[in-house]
């Protein structure tokens, strides 16, 4: 097998049954074919008994980006996101192996995990550049927090329950001003997650565009809307004593009155590859138990 990548990272979900197994296997299969193999500084104590441990360097996530030239994610989507993050600055592709419950981001089924990397390895796969965002919390004029999300951006009210009220502007333009749980706003990648579950439209992944989804407005007239990824997207917090933003689900900052939250397209996309069989609409009428064809 003559590989694209030479230097491949390993990343897992935790405590999961039977991956300690799967990665064993994946990275014998790699060593033996002269590829490096990166796994998760976190992950040595599951995967120490591995003979193949050895033979592989232990890394810190955070490194894999300038280390590795292609990262391998085996979990759930929460997990590809999570590795998604770290490598977003070096532009490393990414491939998910399902070991998780719904699997949109991961396509590579895990019983076929040597079969199917061996036949990406080669050039087998379909490429997509998945839109990220970049999110700068501002406090009195001054950056306090600074994330990146492969799948939306959300507001939301906190413990005490009470809604929030905050104002959006696009391009420093006045869109409106929304009272309600909050508000998330979604990369066409994140339009099948926490987005379509609030009531927000399913984007193809390659569209250049993001959406902007009430959660709980109070008034019924505070609809989703579609704006294109070029634009800056602002909220600024008027009423939120305890209100938060968070980023993929898996990391938030806190929020205070007057908070301005700066939301723009991240200058690198996500490269995710896929098995070469891959096809976006079936993958929906799998997960979201769509019907099927008749004629």
Same mark, same amino acid.
């Given at each position: 097998m003559k590989s694209q990548f030479h230097h491949i990272g390993i990343v897992i979900r935790p405590h999961t049954p039977h991956i300690p197994e799967s990665v064993g296997a994946l990275a014998d299969f790699l060593l033996g074919h002269g590829i490096e193999v990166y796994l998760d500084i976190e992950a040595k104590a599951e995967l120490l008994h591995l003979p193949c441990f050895a033979h592989c360097q232990s890394i810190e996530k955070k490194r894999m980006g300038k280390k590795c030239d292609l990262v391998i994610s085996f979990g759930g989507d929460g997990t590809l =996101?999570? #590795?998604?993050?770290k490598i977003a600055p070096y532009r490393v592709p990414l491939i998910g192996v399902n070991r998780g419950s719904l699997g949109f981001l &991961? %396509? $590579?089924p895990h019983e076929d995990t040597v079969a199917e990397i061996s036949n990406m390895l080669t050039g087998k796969y379909v490429a997509e550049e998945r839109i990220m965002l970049e999110t700068s919390v501002m406090r009195d004029g001054e950056e306090i927090h600074h994330s990146l999300a492969l799948n939306d951006v959300v507001f939301s009210r906190g413990g005490m329950g009470q809604m929030i009220e905050f104002e959006v502007f696009i391009n420093r333009d006045f869109v409106y001003t929304q009272r309600?749980?909050?508000l998330i706003v979604s990369t066409p990648t994140g339009? &099948?997650?926490?987005a379509l579950a609030a009531g927000g439209p399913i984007l193809q992944p390659t569209l250049r565009a993001l959406t902007l989804v009430p959660i709980c407005p109070q008034?019924? !007239? !505070?609809?989703p809307i579609a704006v294109s990824d070029a634009g800056e997207i602002e $909220? =600024? #917090?008027t009423k939120g004593w305890d209100a938060r933003v968070h980023f993929d689900g898996q990391s938030y900052c806190d929020l205070h009155n007057l908070d301005r939250i700066v939301i723009r397209r991240y200058r690198n996309s996500m490269r995710m590859l896929h098995p070469a069989d891959y096809n976006y609409f079936r993958t929906l009428r799998q997960k =979201?138990?769509?019907?099927? %064809?008749l004629i």
């Open positions: =996101l999570s #590795i998604a993050r &991961t %396509q $590579v309600s749980d909050g339009s &099948t997650a926490y008034s019924m !007239n !505070n609809r $909220v =600024l #917090i =979201l138990h769509w019907g099927e %064809q």
